[in-house]
């Protein structure tokens, strides 16, 4: 039978728990001082939720007679909070060597944009190319401590490329063991040969009903609608 707790992480060096005084979160000069614990250990819920936190013996007496699913031995390791990516355009192919040699040569970001750099080399490639090479990004993202990555389209410029790049991050949704909030992006640059206009009315007349209907039929799950 499974525990009635999820997971132990005991015998920490040091746990880092960000705030002292049961703040909601720290601003400004405040998150230069977190609160770190020495020799400290942790109990997580079946809930996901962080049920205790506090110095090893502590921990051990008050939970001596619970059982846990998992209990990971932290000796002579630092246990801190996943970190949260926000702003990510990870669903993109092929390399920027040729766009930063032209803006070395003093090229703008329009410029690149109009070379057919950019958002534009993304839209030739496949969806099981573009997995393929998110999902290795993804997982260097985890390796290095994210925990939730916010992935936004906006690299497609066309409402099937914008539909294939948010059926990429709805696929990694399934399949990479990583927090993933999704944000449809498709107004993040003019398509070429439109006017402003003309694809902010493709945006609202083509764009958002198609997101709405497959919203609504569970086949993409976009948590945010962003502009840039």
Known sequence: MPG???LLLQNAE?????CQKQEEYLLKEGMQHLAI???????VGKDGFIKAIGPTNFIHNQFCHEEFETVIDCSGKCVLPGFVDAHTHPVWAGDGVHE?????AGATYMDVHQAGGGMNCTVQHTEEELFDSFQQRLERMRRAGTT??????????????ELKMLRVIEEAQRKVEIGISCTYCGAHSVPKGKTAKEAADDIIDLHLPALKHLAINGRIHVENIGLL
């Open 148 to 161: 939730l990555v916010e992935c936004k389209s906006g690299y497609g410029l066309k409402l099937e490329t």
């Open 4 to 6: 009635k707790f999820r």
């Open 100 to 104: 930063f040699a032209m803006k070395l």
């Open 14 to 18: 040091q746990l880092v728990v960000v």
């Open 37 to 43: 614990l020495e020799k400290a250990s942790m109990v």
